[in-house]
């Protein structure tokens, strides 16, 4: 059994609380072993379940690869998650999304595709000021050619990366091996650095 440095238990199926076994299972089957982020969500039964249901409910959305992508990586690198900005890089890689894409995100860049910048800012927005848009930010969402249906997407890909960045955060969840060529550094940390 392994323990984050916060000491939070990354759980597996034999160490989990009965409620969180059969979840562990589920993403052990959906992915081919149990992810880091899983193992210790499944402390609380509820907050995995959820994220297993969000993450499923988001998914089939209206939103297509590229802009689910954008969703998840623009919260992601805002919330500076060290695990899910990797870890969305291994997906979107899965799903063909373009790894130039994939690289502006991960940087924090404007997107070339319009219609994908106008998706980025406004996700950012939504995160930065907390909701309170105001009618000229969902106007230029509308006029980018997405829907009112979208707003409320775009909130809903939003609360499913709270769960999963403020745990990474909060329990420090060490890297997946399958994700560690895909490690990041958010542009803040590096420039201080450099």
Request: proline share 4%; with cysteine.
């Amino acid at each position: 059994m392994n323990v984050t440095e916060r000491g939070f238990t990354q759980h597996d199926e034999t160490t989990a609380p009965e409620e969180s076994k059969p979840l562990l299972a589920r993403s052990k089957a959906a992915f081919g072993s149990i992810p880091g982020l899983h193992a210790v969500m499944a402390e609380a039964p509820g907050l995995l379940e959820g994220y297993q249901k969000l993450h499923e409910l988001f998914l089939n959305s209206s939103f297509d690869k590229d802009e689910l992508t954008v969703v998840w990586q623009t919260v992601n690198v805002e919330n500076q998650c060290h695990y899910c900005v990797p870890a969305h890089t291994l997906i979107a890689k899965g799903m063909g999304v373009d790894d130039a894409l994939v690289e502006a995100l991960r940087n924090g860049e404007a997107l070339s595709d319009p219609r994908l910048e106008a998706l980025r800012q406004f996700t950012l927005k939504v995160v930065r000021q907390r909701g309170d848009l105001s009618d000229e930010d969902i106007q230029a969402f509308l006029d980018a050619g997405f829907t009112r249906r979208q707003i409320l997407e775009v909130i809903l890909g939003y609360a499913q990366k709270v769960m999963s960045n403020y745990t990474n955060r909060i329990a420090r969840t060490p890297m997946d091996k399958r994700f560690e060529k895909f490690a990041w550094t958010p542009a803040r940390q590096a420039e201080s650095a450099a």
